[in-house]
Nanobody, 121 residues
Framework: QVQLVESGGGLVQPGGSLRLSCAASGFTFSSYWMYWLRRAPGKGLERISGIKYSGGSTDYADSVKGRFTISRDNAKNTLYLQMNNLKSEDTAVYYC??????????????WGRGTQVTVSS
């Protein structure tokens, strides 16, 4: 049974940093692209970053490029998102998601319950 559990969210001031984690289980983590998504208040789900199963390739939405860094530890089955220079518009629920097919940057078929990130002074 696939499980994805996000943690690390919270309240932070503009310009601050947070590190999100996602503990994965129930599948071969090292075989799948993984993603971070977010849903801001009143908006749709946005894919903000993806990372190859090996960790050797990453991508970012323009909205977070240069500020966020995705990484993974395949030995620990854990996905990370380092968020720096946070802005109020980064306020959202953040989800990690698993690709629907192994060894492929594809759609995602599982995501966790999310962790709230609020950026406010």
């Amino acid at each position: 049974q696939v499980q994805l559990v996000e943690s690390g969210g919270g309240l932070v001031q503009p310009g601050g940093s947070l590190r999100l984690s996602c503990a994965a289980s129930g599948f071969t983590f090292s075989s799948y692209w993984m993603y971070w998504l977010r849903r801001a208040p009143g908006k749709g789900l946005e894919r903000i970053s993806g990372i190859k199963y090996s960790g050797g390739s990453t991508d970012y939405a323009d909205s977070v490029k240069g500020r966020f860094t995705i990484s993974r530890d395949n030995a620990k089955n854990t996905l990370y998102l380092q968020m720096n220079n946070l802005k109020s518009e980064d306020t959202a629920v953040y989800y990690c998601a698993k690709a629907s097919r192994d060894y492929s940057d594809s759609t995602f078929n599982y995501w966790g319950r999310g962790t709230q990130v609020t950026v406010s002074s």
